[in-house]
């Protein structure tokens, strides 16, 4: 069994310097051992130590400074200007969650005073807050090796609400996950918790699979965030289910994202409207959850200057780096298999790849409604560099077509004033996380506002999500205290 | 196949009147069905409406009067005065959500404001709320045959939150589930609602186990409450896990309600407690969700005053009828097996069964603690009139005894000023739902802060609740505006 491994260069399809060691079974064991500790002296801990914790692990983690955006570029063959953005974004999460904290509402504390004179019983005082469920283990992703690894949205927000963490680091970028380890642990340490409080876990090699299985299953762990595939998500939700206690895993997973264009909009704004979408396409090579992977237009006024801009600035797009070839062979196999589809043709293709890395160019397919609503594969995501415009003879098929779309993380309308988008907004409304208007589906502010979440197969919880304020719930339970004495109340309580 | 059914009488072991007749395959399937075009028809339905909804359904429930009461008290054995109870219980349920509902704010909507001039990017208008999931199928409960039935909790929230309802009516009170479905029926009419909001399934003989199976595997269906057993919870649930679109199942189950008794209370009130206990235990025959399954004591100053009064209390008890012939054949297994631990000791048994029916009296039987460690079964839920008493030889064997507990609805500490609840009160809010003190498990409060859930093994959703206004909330799921022009916002996020 190997148990070292290397993570490679997309770009150049080198090996990277850095050999990694994966964790044995019994270090597993043991940072799950230690998170139980640690969520024990954590629970006596107030909000305003939390709230401590996630701004040192922010200052930390900008203080790595350019070298973490150097590292995490040569693993992941992402642009710097581009993980740069997400650094600054994993860090603006760290300190929004610090402050949500600090300020305490989040608990959802509410009191319901008691009335001894009530008949013909008393009525009880009863007072109800969230409460942290346990140590969680975190399975990053690919795609963002800040904003959704080791220190990403699911740490933060589980540290917040109260719970260690244990991360399973991803192997693709084991210096990029080590480096933000070593970042939150000397936070943990300058803020005085307890050692148990963040665990990093590398992965990689032949331990890779059974570390990840030996977290979700390991008794001490109580819940599980995953960002990734469908096919991974779903393992391990099936197999947290398994468990003799099962545990809640919130995968955020697969996601088609679909974009509407309403004939008004397409009349008035088809070129406009194609920069946009291939703008978002290309952006990360379509490696992003939000790439939007249907785009529904209606034959007529502008369709043919959209289709003709589309394709113009695809073939003029560079060909960039996919994540790791791994990546890019699910790509391409999925690719083939929706080529394969009669009646699906291929629009226009980006600039040749060059050079032995992983370098794709984008790609852009036509099929018609008929087609989409026939062939189950055209749903799905084929996560990378292409989209698929799916023509449609009239209006009303777009009602049909937004029936058939299956649960995304986020959708889109293009619709001018003439257009009427109530039926298709009610529609989407039932399908997605997020809708937007007048705007591409990639871009997630974080904001308390905003979910990013949606239903099956997006997501295997439709009623959380991974981005703002409510993402911090996703690791509580709700708990009322009756009739308690004030000393053994939480603090939240007291009011 | 035998497709209809009779009820009977527990107190008597008579057959009721009234023949009925478990609903065929296609009309499950065409319930569903229509369920989803009710789903749709709702969706642009005001608030206001679904208030008025729910006030006419309590109004209609009352004016059923006494026959619905006799007629549930012939199909459960539930005494009238315990009945009116519940159905008072059940009517403020509906008008409490129905003030919810009215209020609005349980859609928990959140509004940021678009900043057009910030940098590098503007920021969009993020608008978000709840949104109802789509139908809903519901499995009430035989020991709450009002308030966890055909109109209970479930159906209530489900209603309020805006998903049309599909029941299965309980086999043991079909008589009791028609009178009431026929009230509802007429609400939804009288409310001008579309009639696919409320459907019910008559179920039982043969076809019982297939309903069920076939309303949590339909398309259609989009989330499902149950109240019941361990075993009939679970399976429903990995059966929604199986679909093909995975859908939750909010299933309320077994729970032990551990009562922990401390030095310093036991010295002071140790006959009162051991009445309150008994009265617990007994109430509606111990066939409660919440009866006490075990009662930790520790050896010393008024330990053996309280076991006498329990004793004393428990043998004067009048046998009462248990829910049916099955739920006494249930309880007397799970009798049998506990009794045969090694260590474990009959103290007290009430008074005997008389006539033909399911009488059944109280036993109260005592553990040691390390007997409790030792053998999970003593840990598992009797569901029945019997409690175990624990008895700890030092007071730190409570911490112990409350680490081993498993996950229930409620727990209950009984304290003096002396003594010290710190410790076990913080170990005891991660096991349990809600915490109470100086007083038993049973009795939930229909409130706000109420919490009537809790971990593994006592709910699968630990993270939600069953009553009270977060139950509304099981149903739904956030949904996110962005952009949107203000006529295709929901008018809760108008604001």
Not at 97 to 111: F, M, P
Not at 245 to 264: D, R, W, Y
Not at 443 to 454: D, L
């Amino acid at each position: 069994m190997t148990t070292t491994f290397h993570s490679h260069n997309p770009a150049t399809g080198s090996t990277n310097p850095g050999l990694f060691r994966a964790a044995p079974p019994d270090e597993v064991d043991t940072a799950c051992l230690l998170a139980e500790e640690a969520f024990r002296w954590m629970i006596g801990r107030r909000n305003t130590d939390r709230a401590a914790l996630l701004d040192a692990m922010a200052a930390n983690i900008l203080a790595l400074g350019e070298e973490l955006l150097t590292t995490a570029g040569a693993e992941t063959g992402l642009a710097v200007p581009r993980l740069q953005g997400e650094r600054d974004r994993t860090v603006f999460t760290l300190r929004a969650l610090g402050q949500l904290v600090r300020e305490g509402r989040w608990v959802r504390a509410e009191i319901d005073r008691a009335d001894p004179a009530r008949k013909p019983l008393p009525k009880p005082d009863l007072r109800r807050m969230l409460r942290p469920l346990g140590p969680v283990a975190v399975f990053g992703a690919s795609n963002f090796p800040l904003a959704y690894s080791t220190a990403g949205g699911d740490t933060a927000s589980a540290l917040a609400a109260g719970c260690p963490v244990v991360v399973k680091g991803h192997p693709s970028h084991p210096a990029t996950s080590q480096m933000v380890a070593e970042a939150v642990i000397s936070a943990v340490r300058d803020t005085n918790f307890h050692h148990g409080t963040f665990q990093h876990l590398p992965a990689g090699g032949d331990r890779e699979l059974a570390i990840g299985q030996e977290l979700v299953t390991h008794p001490a762990i109580k819940a599980v965030g995953f960002t990734g595939s469908f096919r991974g998500g779903t393992a391990l939700a099936r197999l947290a289910a398994s468990r003799p206690e099962p545990i809640p895993v919130f995968a955020e997973m697969g996601s088609i994202n679909p974009i509407f264009i309403l004939p008004g909009a397409l009349a008035a704004e088809a070129e406009s409207i194609a920069e946009k979408i291939i703008g978002a396409v290309t952006n990360s090579n379509g490696q992003m959850c939000t790439c939007p992977g249907l785009v529904f237009i209606v034959r007529g006024d502008g369709a043919n200057l959209f289709l003709d801009t589309l394709a113009a600035r695809a073939a003029a797009s560079p060909a960039q780096p996919m994540l790791s070839a791994r990546v890019r062979a699910g790509f391409l196999e999925r690719l083939h298999e929706v080529s394969q589809v009669p009646g699906v043709e291929q629009a226009a293709r980006g600039q040749p790849a060059e050079g032995s890395g992983t370098s794709q160019p984008v790609v852009v397919l036509r099929a018609s409604l008929s087609a989409l609503l026939r062939f189950p594969t055209l749903r799905e995501e084929c996560f990378g560099p292409s989209t698929i415009v799916v023509e449609c003879d009239e209006e009303l098929d777009l009602l049909k077509g937004a029936d058939a779309v299956p649960g995304s993380l986020v959708g889109a309308i293009f619709a001018a004033h003439t257009d009427r988008a109530g039926a298709l907004a009610q529609i989407l409304a039932g399908k997605v996380g997020r809708l937007v208007f007048n705007g591409v589906t990639t871009g997630v502010e974080v904001s308390a506002a905003m979910v990013h979440g949606g239903p099956w197969p997006a997501t295997n919880q439709q009623q959380s999500t991974a981005v703002g304020a409510m993402a911090v719930e996703r690791w509580c339970r709700p708990v009322c205290w009756q009739n308690a004495p004030p000393e053994l109340f939480p603090e939240e309580l007291r009011g």
